[in-house]
């Protein structure tokens, strides 16, 4: 049946491949508005900022998976916030094997020449005060990924694949630090690193770097995003993120970029799980994260290799579509998550905004970051969370109570 239908579609005409053609293609474009949450309103401002490849990077042998000069966007600040910066260390994911990198390695997660010239700064990145009330006025970056391993592999695990991979992650972040030291960054009076997913675990990785490199007067802090991936076994009882990690560790040579304490007491790729040294981090955190965070569920608890017979495929997806005994699991994930960040908790000079929201990253998106319809707990925004935190404005530990108790959370 397939191929007789094959050969009826080779007697199309050309109108006929033109209709098709164009009717698939505004298919995909009604529902790219309905599935991509980071898609902005029409009727919003654009602030595009341009790439600038690293002029460091060369020098430093800085270099993305295929050799190609990494990159950053840079969005120059304004009156009050000339001497400030905010540095974003953008996320997607890692890569594990020689076959997944060199796959990357074809993607703008891989290589600068898929880069794209002007990207949007939305959310904690935005221009508008009324969208990022605090920041909106300080000198912001966003830091391209494309090393795959958290912007923490080293070029001597280069040798062991003979591939022309190139894992140089701490390399691009050293080397474009430098770049914005000599741009203003060395005299600045406050600071923030912060990340998103990949990038918001590399936040955590880097954070002290990031301190000990700006002035000593300066006030500097750390906020990561959807970072704090846990140490737990899938639903089949297979611990699959920490096999993955260790991996990308053993791959990239990341061990070296980890925290030391750590490694000297553990096998070094658990010490890429936040609970095992965001304890041992200098420098002021704030945690955003989601206790049903989306991308954990799909990927870490419940991937797809847990989940053969496809009885947990609407439940992964959507946290609405889960039944009560898999909601019970999705608690149980939560109570991880409330366990691992205990002893975070009682840091004084640690924030955090844990919702109870099916999501993954919130800083970046303009809907979850700061706007009338934005998660709230306590009726406050994550922006406005955050900058009452950075600014030592109040206290900021916020919890919110288990799913669906937060009628605003974006799912």
Request: charged fraction near 20%; aromatic fraction near 12%; include cysteine.
């Given at each position: 049946?397939?191929?007789?239908?094959?050969?009826?579609?080779?007697?199309?005409?050309?109108?006929?491949?033109?209709?098709?053609?164009?009717?698939?293609?505004?298919?995909?474009?009604?529902?790219?508005?309905?599935?991509?949450?980071?898609?902005?309103?029409?009727?919003?401002?654009?602030?595009?900022?341009?790439?600038?490849?690293?002029?460091?990077?060369?020098?430093?042998?800085?270099?993305?998976?295929?050799?190609?000069?990494?990159?950053?966007?840079?969005?120059?600040?304004?009156?009050?916030?000339?001497?400030?910066?905010?540095?974003?260390l953008?996320?997607?994911?890692?890569?594990?094997?020689?076959?997944?990198?060199?796959?990357?390695?074809?993607?703008?997660?891989?290589?600068?020449?898929?880069?794209?010239?002007?990207?949007?700064?939305?959310?904690?990145?935005?221009?508008?005060?009324?969208?990022?009330?605090?920041?909106?006025?300080?000198?912001?970056?966003?830091?391209?990924?494309?090393?795959?391993?958290?912007?923490?592999?080293?070029?001597?695990?280069?040798?062991?694949?003979?591939?022309?991979?190139?894992?140089?992650?701490?390399?691009?972040?050293?080397?474009?630090?430098?770049?914005?030291?000599?741009?203003?960054m060395?005299?600045?009076?406050?600071?923030?690193?912060?990340?998103?997913?990949?990038?918001?675990?590399?936040?955590?990785?880097?954070?002290?770097?990031f301190?000990?490199?700006?002035?000593?007067?300066?006030?500097?802090?750390?906020?990561?995003?959807?970072?704090?991936?846990?140490?737990?076994?899938d639903?089949?009882?297979?611990?699959?993120?920490?096999?993955?990690?260790?991996?990308?560790?053993?791959?990239?040579g990341?061990?070296?970029?980890?925290?030391?304490?750590?490694?000297a007491?553990?096998?070094?790729?658990?010490?890429?799980?936040?609970?095992?040294?965001?304890?041992?981090?200098?420098?002021?955190?704030?945690?955003?994260?989601?206790a049903?965070?989306?991308?954990?569920?799909?990927?870490?608890?419940?991937?797809?290799?847990?989940?053969?017979?496809?009885?947990?495929?609407?439940?992964?997806?959507?946290?609405?579509?889960?039944?009560?005994?898999q909601?019970?699991?999705?608690?149980?994930?939560?109570?991880s998550?409330?366990?691992?960040?205990?002893?975070f908790?009682?840091?004084?000079?640690?924030?955090?905004?844990?919702?109870?929201?099916?999501?993954?990253?919130?800083?970046?998106?303009?809907?979850?970051?700061?706007?009338?319809?934005?998660?709230?707990?306590?009726?406050?925004?994550?922006?406005?969370?955050?900058?009452?935190?950075?600014?030592?404005?109040?206290?900021?530990?916020?919890?919110?109570c288990?799913?669906?108790?937060?009628?605003?959370?974006?799912?």
């Amino acid at each position: 049946m397939r191929f007789s239908f094959l050969l009826q579609c080779r007697k199309w005409a050309k109108s006929d491949w033109l209709v098709v053609s164009i009717g698939f293609v505004l298919v995909v474009f009604f529902l790219s508005f309905f599935f991509d949450p980071t898609v902005p309103s029409i009727t919003s401002p654009t602030n595009l900022v341009k790439l600038k490849l690293s002029s460091k990077a060369k020098e430093r042998g800085a270099f993305c998976l295929d050799g190609s000069l990494p990159g950053y966007h840079f969005d120059k600040g304004s009156g009050s916030g000339s001497n400030s910066w905010l540095l974003h260390l953008q996320g997607g994911g890692w890569c594990n094997t020689i076959a997944s990198c060199s796959a990357r390695a074809m993607t703008r997660l891989g290589s600068s020449n898929y880069f794209e010239d002007e990207v949007e700064f939305p959310g904690v990145l935005s221009n508008d005060p009324s969208q990022n009330p605090d920041f909106f006025n300080w000198n912001r970056v966003v830091i391209r990924y494309c090393d795959g391993a958290s912007f923490a592999g080293h070029p001597e695990a280069e040798f062991k694949n003979g591939t022309g991979l190139f894992f140089r992650g701490q390399l691009i972040w050293e080397a474009i630090m430098d770049e914005l030291l000599l741009m203003g960054m060395s005299d600045a009076k406050q600071g923030i690193l912060t990340g998103c997913s990949a990038g918001g675990l590399a936040t955590l990785i880097h954070c002290d770097y990031f301190r000990d490199h700006l002035p000593k007067d300066a006030d500097v802090k750390c906020v990561s995003d959807g970072g704090f991936f846990l140490n737990v076994l899938d639903v089949l009882g297979n611990p699959t993120m920490r096999s993955f990690y260790q991996d990308v560790v053993t791959l990239q040579g990341v061990d070296k970029s980890l925290d030391q304490n750590c490694v000297a007491k553990m096998e070094p790729s658990t010490c890429m799980f936040p609970q095992e040294f965001v304890s041992n981090i200098r420098t002021p955190v704030f945690l955003v994260n989601a206790a049903y965070d989306s991308w954990q569920i799909q990927n870490v608890l419940v991937p797809a290799s847990a989940d053969s017979d496809k009885s947990w495929a609407k439940c992964r997806l959507s946290i609405k579509e889960c039944d009560a005994a898999q909601m019970n699991v999705l608690q149980g994930f939560r109570s991880s998550l409330m366990d691992a960040i205990g002893k975070f908790h009682q840091n004084k000079a640690g924030g955090m905004f844990i919702d109870s929201c099916f999501i993954h990253c919130q800083t970046v998106t303009q809907g979850t970051w700061h706007s009338p319809t934005s998660t709230r707990i306590e009726n406050k925004t994550i922006a406005e969370s955050v900058g009452d935190w950075y600014f030592n404005r109040k206290l900021v530990k916020l919890i919110d109570c288990p799913y669906p108790c937060n009628p605003s959370c974006h799912n």
